[in-house]
């Protein structure tokens, strides 16, 4: 292993992430063609500490010199759809599905930005697809739910929520999607009901907010107010 790998692992194990940081950067300038597998780590990890901008950047540098590696390309099209550049992470994810078709990932997060974008249809596309492949992956239900809603689908978006839900009931962001889409097209009542199962099957506090958040919303402030105190107990 090359001894200033060494050392920039050295100090992010040791907890040392501004050294091991100013250590990768360090060599990766110095020698830029220093191996795909490195580009990839450390992108990722910059990736997992919400440090979008340098993730994109180290992702584009290394993608520039291994074209064929699908992850890197994969890991730029993530960090740019948090930086809110859907256009941009499109074309980064397209660029890595032309090197590697069958890439799941970059099917999925090619998928998730045209949601993003409210495309409903080519997104339904993309997760019909990845559903045939894997009918039980409840992300993969939530995300197709959630394309039907953006293409006014409405039955079909409730169905697939649901799907996830019952696939994985503590998907929470399925039943909140779920309880969203039910205020919007039935009654306030019947996603106060559906929060209520999810509530019973899984307590998240999130399920509890949301829940006084349908009461507010449907003019019961005393029964939301109520209700909160009880979940501060």
């Known amino acids: 292993m090359n001894d200033r790998i060494a050392a ?21 300038t110095d020698e830029p063609k ?13 990736f997992r500490r919400g440090r979008y901008e340098e993730s994109a950047r180290w992702a584009k540098t290394g993608a ?12 730029l099209g993530v960090s740019l759809r948090r930086l809110d550049r859907p256009q941009d992470a499109l074309k980064a ?3 890595g599905l032309k090197a590697q078709p069958k890439n799941e990932a970059l099917w999925q997060n090619k998928g998730n930005v045209l949601n993003d974008l409210k495309d409903g249809a080519a997104a339904i596309a993309i997760f019909n697809r990845l559903v045939r492949a894997a009918p039980t ?3 993969f239900q939530r995300s197709l739910g959630r394309a039907h809603w953006n293409a006014g689908e409405l039955d079909k978006a409730e169905m697939r929520y649901r799907l996830a839900a019952r696939l994985r009931p503590d998907l929470i962001d399925a039943w909140l999607d779920l309880s969203a ?11 106060i009901a559906t929060l209520d199962e999810a509530i019973a099957q899984n307590p998240a506090p999130r399920l509890k907010e949301a829940k006084a958040m349908a009461l507010r919303r449907s003019n019961k402030l005393r029964q939301a107010e109520a209700y909160l105190l009880t979940v501060l107990e």
């Open 64 to 75: 520039d010199l291994y074209p064929r590696d699908g992850e890197l390309w994969n890991i």
């Open 34 to 46: 220093s191996g795909n597998q490195i580009y990839r780590n450390f992108a990722s990890m910059l």
């Open 8 to 28: 920039a692992e050295a100090a992010f194990k040791a907890g040392h992430f501004e050294e091991g940081i100013t250590l990768t950067e360090a060599l990766l």
């Open 181 to 191: 889409l039910q205020s919007d097209s039935k009654s306030p009542e019947t996603a």
């Open 93 to 95: 994810l397209n660029t």
């Open 137 to 139: 992956n409840p992300e």
